[in-house]
């Protein structure tokens, strides 16, 4: 395991010897390339269960919620990179979440809670990464061979054989042009889907005959108390993963120094796409399926019975672009995680290329592929998975410590209106992650009635 860093300062001489600052957090990058990173990171097909979220929460709440999550998340994002800046002009330049943590809060304990959190995360997203792009080829092959034999688990392991390959690029600032091109297939799919959605009311407005699976569109809530509270916060705590990223500081290291301001940019930059892409996904898709919406409006889109609510190839190109962007956040996601194999594994002195790091990193790297391929095979639960990170995950991260951090490092007078601002986030998102969490994982243990180890379903 990973050791905490000592006390005191962490100067730019003792990363001289670190192999995961040297080899994966290159400080090569310009605040574009930031902003590139951040929108892998944050904008993916997790906003085609835009949808399913609004199913537990109706029109206005759900709207509400993503406003207001939306706003808290740029706030904290802001203020993480505030705490940052700060750091460095101080001489301390923090390329990792957990040393920044400890060195604020003056706690190895934190160092560790961090390394926890981000592990549950950074293994969460591969895991429904690669369940995700699994099952976008499972959906073109059943379009192309409606009777074929191929199961979902097959398709999860072509998906897990390119990401051991796409794996082996060795820096996270190796990664910019990809996440470049990640960014622009994330605004194709959604226009995409967004037309879908419209082509779909219109046939189902026009001649319901001529687009008989077409669901009624009913907008109303579960009729149980109790089961529309549960609901509204596991959609919440999914919401939280969709916005969420955990790796800031990680992606700030990307940045060539002096890193101060550049992320501002980056971040303008993702929220822009953000806007554009969450609303529409969101809004059009419950518009059509209202509560009847799927954790993957796709699916919803090409039901198992009957044609297609919108033209083959319109759905066809919007699941190629969901599925290479997928690869894309799988190894975002997995960025941390290389980053402390190499720091326990590699010798900074031969090189990063040579045959004394090269084959650590192929072994390591390779098996942490296979271990998220196989619980993704395993365990078909993706929406409900974006729940439970959320809540146990991003919560913690994204919208509790970042306030935290920045009271610390900045002593607002607690009579300021940031003071207030930040302690009323915090007790908020403690609470909502508390139940959040309860709520996600009441509907994963309910969801495991209803499939069995390896299933070709994935359970909505």
Not at 107 to 133: D, E, K, P, R
Not at 193 to 198: F, K, L, N, R, T
Not at 444 to 454: Q, R
């Amino acid at each position: 395991m990973a050791q905490p860093p000592q006390p005191g300062p962490f100067p730019e001489s003792s990363r001289d010897a670190d192999a995961g600052a040297v080899f994966v957090l290159q400080s090569k990058g310009e605040w574009w390339h930031a902003g590139f990173h951040l929108t892998t990171a944050i904008v993916g097909p997790t906003i085609l269960t835009l949808p399913y979220v609004f199913r537990g929460l109706g029109w206005g709440l759900g709207c509400i919620c993503l406003t207001v999550m939306g706003l808290v998340t740029f706030y904290s994002y802001y203020l993480m990179s505030r705490v940052l800046d700060h750091c460095e002009k101080a001489g301390r330049r923090h390329i990792r979440f957990r040393e920044l943590a400890a060195d604020v809060l003056g706690s190895g304990g934190m160092f560790y809670f961090v390394i926890f959190i981000q592990t549950a995360i950074n293994t969460g997203v591969g895991i429904g990464a690669i369940l995700l792009a699994g099952e976008c080829l499972q959906i073109m092959y059943s379009e192309l061979s409606p009777n074929g034999s191929l199961k979902l688990y097959e398709f999860i392991a072509m998906v897990t054989v390119v990401m051991i390959v796409l794996s082996q690029l060795p820096t996270f600032h190796s990664l910019r042009h990809i996440n470049f091109v990640s960014l622009l297939l994330s605004l194709g799919y959604t226009f995409l889907v967004v037309g879908a959605c419209i082509n779909a009311v219109c046939l189902f407005s026009e001649n319901a005959c001529l687009s008989p699976n077409a669901p009624p569109r009913d907008y109303t809530l579960e009729s149980s108390p109790s089961a529309r509270v549960f609901s509204a916060f596991t959609s919440i705590s999914i919401i939280a993963a969709i916005f969420g990223n955990g790796i800031l500081p990680e992606i700030q290291a990307t940045l060539a120094p002096p890193a101060t301001g550049k992320m501002v940019k980056g971040l303008v930059m993702c929220y822009s796409v953000i806007f554009v892409t969450f609303y529409s996904a969101a809004v059009s898709g419950y518009w059509v399926f209202g509560n009847k919406s799927g954790s993957n409006i796709l699916k919803s889109l090409m039901p198992d019975n009957g044609p297609s609510l919108a033209p083959t190839s319109v759905l066809g190109l919007a699941v190629v672009f969901v599925l290479l962007q997928l690869l894309a956040i799988g190894l975002v996601y997995s960025q941390v995680a290389f980053e402390i194999m190499e720091k326990k594994t590699a010798d900074v002195n031969q090189g990063m290329f040579s045959r004394r790091n090269l084959i650590p990193r192929l072994v390591l790297r390779t098996l942490y592929m296979i271990f998220c391929g196989v619980m993704a095979a395993m365990l078909p639960f993706f929406g409900d998975i974006n729940g439970v990170v959320g809540a146990i995950g991003f919560i913690p991260l994204d919208f509790i410590l970042p306030m935290l951090l920045y009271n610390m490092t900045h002593k607002p007078s607690k009579s300021s209106l940031t003071y207030l601002i930040n302690i009323s986030i915090m007790v908020v998102f403690t609470g909502v992650g508390l139940m959040g969490a309860f709520s996600s994982i009441r509907k994963l243990i309910l969801d495991a009635n209803k499939f069995k180890l390896f299933s070709s379903d994935v359970v909505d």
